[in-house]
């Protein structure tokens, strides 16, 4: 059976994510929880989750690259990666998101399985308290409490039950004949149709069994083979897991398939210890209960039980009691099974002629334990080695009937491949068809082809022959490109000589205007929003441009009020003749400084005119290098885009 098939075909992922190897003791059940994760089956939403990167999630999420619930190439959520690897911050912000809870990987695996699966309590938790569903199966029929006891985690199984997960479900028959190679032994078919209890019986959970019936687990639930769980107890010789069934009331009459009972399995485990504990608990309930036991029934049921140890009960009569268990036994089996009568038959010939000995020697023999003596008589010692070559005659027929009924499986799984066979073909031969349709469907695309490609062809060489003519037009154009830097270069040098010259003649006009300030105090303040001005002129030489009109308007109104000036110095002249001699020389002094501001204002004037000249070539040439980058940028479009159609065409042949 396939409980726990947890490999995965795929390469390991570069994320180095681990893989538990938990082993059973005795039955080599390899449990491999974690994914096996390559890059290229991964979304950025499923890379962030599985290093648990909440930060990139929500990234992620907010602009849209990945959807909440996008599954990866092995149908992986971010939830599946998030709980495999523990990042139980990741499934909160998935959880908050309102993500799926109880979609499925490629192996119809849900999230809680996982998470239960790889021992990460947290991530489990918060699931359930969000609303997953504990009753999902997946393709082997395994539920999650299967998982959780499976894992031996008591906690889990508990928060599973109190979410209302199913105690009594189970698995489905897995065993998949065609897929068994020649020399792998045939699997356990007892394994199948398990419910949780019957799962940790077999598994040797003793705690899990121990939790699980005090849950109320069914201790009468049986396996395929109608095997109890005191059976497979029994079988998988757990003493303690005995003694809590029999605490129960397990029933210990109960038959499988082949009609064995309890006391058989515990004869043929070789352990008197469950012998002992059985044969106590039929007497415990015997006592307890004599009035209503019918004493016919346990004779019955130990006849039964006993019908392979007939050298113990068949005491004076074994040529009859050999009679009765062959008609019985060609009542109950099939024409496959009659091959093991033989075996009984044997059984009864080493066991029948050597028995006719005293009833009480006998149950001495069979009812004393290893450790206290009795005698043994020279027909007891018979007696005792044709019971043992019994016991391996009878377990030798137990393994018989499993593989009898292995064989019938794989009869029957012959039959279904050879349908399949006959749909193959059925098949092929359809495909036969389409494959001629589709030979001739190719030919013709390819004459189209050959006729698309002799057009293409042509188009590619006048975009070629283009593509050379753009490129010389393109060289020409960064040759004129250059020349206008030149250009531009010499204009620049020129424009700041002309800038240098006015600089020198607004020092020389400050030294003028600073000797006129000595002669009158107006005429002082007046300067010194002169100075105020060629300050601001000297600082702002960049913006000299912007601010020429403004400078202009302000030499202007200095003007006018130099006239006024005038006219004030002109009447004042006349009141103040004492100091007239004075004043002619500071008169003949202030013609000689207005001479001079006059011939320096003509030179400003000239300097004027020659900036506004440079500005508008400056402007010229800059809007015909303007009209250049975008004449290239065009060409250059044009350029990339025959490019694109040639690579494509490329591409397309």
Not at 40 to 49: C, S, V
Not at 499 to 514: A, I
Not at 567 to 572: F, I, P, V
């Amino acid at each position: 059976m396939k409980i726990f098939g947890f490999g995965s075909k795929k390469g390991v992922s570069s994320f180095g994510s681990s893989t538990n190897l938990v082993r059973d003791s005795g039955h080599g059940i390899n449990f491999q929880p974690r994914y096996h994760i390559r890059d290229k089956d991964l979304r950025e939403i499923h890379k962030a989750a599985i290093v648990g990167n909440v930060a990139k999630v929500q990234h992620v999420l907010l602009f849209g690259k990945n959807g909440l619930n996008d599954r990866g190439k092995m149908k992986r959520t971010a939830l599946h990666l998030a709980c495999t690897n523990g990042h139980s911050a990741v499934v909160t912000l998935l959880l908050e998101r309102k993500c799926l809870l109880n979609l499925s990987d490629n192996e119809n695996r849900t999230v809680l399985m996982k998470a239960i699966e790889c021992q990460e309590e947290e991530c489990a938790t918060l699931l359930l308290e969000h609303g997953a569903d504990p009753n999902v199966t997946d393709v082997n029929g395994n539920t999650i409490l299967h998982y959780a006891v499976f894992c031996q985690n008591i906690s889990l199984a508990a928060k599973l039950l109190s979410c209302d997960a199913n105690i009594e479900a189970r698995n489905k028959d897995t065993c998949d004949v065609l897929q068994r190679q020649p020399h792998q032994e045939l699997p356990p078919f007892s394994q199948d149709d398990l419910t949780p209890l019957l799962l940790v019986i077999h598994e040797r959970r003793g705690q899990m069994v121990e939790f699980l019936l005090k849950k109320e687990a069914n201790i009468h639930a049986v396996d395929k083979m109608k095997r109890t769980a005191l059976m497979l107890a029994v079988k998988y010789e757990s003493a303690n897991v005995v003694r809590l069934l029999l605490q129960q009331g397990a029933d210990i009459f109960s038959q499988d398939v082949f009609g064995w009972t309890v006391e058989e399995y515990a004869v043929i485990s070789g352990f008197n210890i469950f012998r002992q504990l059985i044969s106590e608990y039929k007497e415990k309930r015997s006592k307890i209960s004599p009035e209503n036991s019918n004493p016919a029934c346990p004779e019955i049921k130990v006849n039964e039980t006993n019908e392979g140890f007939s050298a113990i009960q068949e005491k004076h009569y074994p040529g009859v009691h050999r009679k009765e268990v062959k008609k019985k036994n060609d009542d109950k089996w099939t024409p496959e099974e009659c091959v093991i009568a033989p075996i009984f038959e044997k059984t009864y010939s080493l066991t029948g002629g050597m028995l006719h000995v005293n009833d009480d020697s006998i149950l001495r023999e069979v009812d004393q334990g290893d450790d206290r003596p009795a005698r043994k008589t020279p027909y007891e010692k018979k007696v005792s080695d044709s019971c043992e070559e019994a016991k391996d005659l009878l377990h030798k027929n137990h393994k018989l009937q499993d593989e009898l009924a292995m064989l019938r499986l794989e009869i029957d799984a012959l039959k279904q491949h050879w349908e399949k066979e006959e749909n193959y073909f059925e098949n092929m031969e359809i495909l036969k068809v389409k494959n001629d349709d589709l030979q001739k469907a190719v030919k013709l695309s390819e004459e189209t082809l050959t006729k698309t490609i002799s057009h293409y062809t042509g188009q590619l060489n006048a975009l070629t022959a283009e593509n050379t003519m753009l490129t010389s037009k393109l060289e020409n154009e960064k040759e004129s490109k250059q020349r206008l830097e030149t250009e531009v270069k010499s204009y620049r040098s020129r424009l700041a000589a002309a800038l240098h010259n006015h600089d020198q003649g607004q020092t020389s006009k400050r030294d003028l205007e600073l000797a006129f300030q000595r002669a009158r105090d107006k005429w002082l303040c007046l300067q010194d929003k002169m100075q105020f001005d060629v300050a601001n002129l000297r600082d702002n030489n960049e913006k000299l441009s912007q601010q020429l009109s403004t400078v202009e308007s302000i030499f202007n109104k200095l003007k006018i009020k130099l006239h006024h000036t005038r006219d004030d110095l002109r009447e004042k002249t006349l009141m103040l003749e004492r100091v007239q001699r004075d004043l002619s020389q500071s008169e003949c002094q202030k013609q000689e400084i207005e001479h001079m501001y006059q011939n320096e204002h003509s030179k400003v004037n000239t300097y004027f005119r020659k900036h506004k000249s440079l500005e508008k070539r400056l402007s010229q040439l800059q809007s015909e290098n303007v009209l250049l980058r975008q004449q290239l940028g065009n060409a250059r479009n044009r350029a990339d885009s025959k490019e694109k159609v040639v690579i494509s065409i490329q591409d397309h042949f």
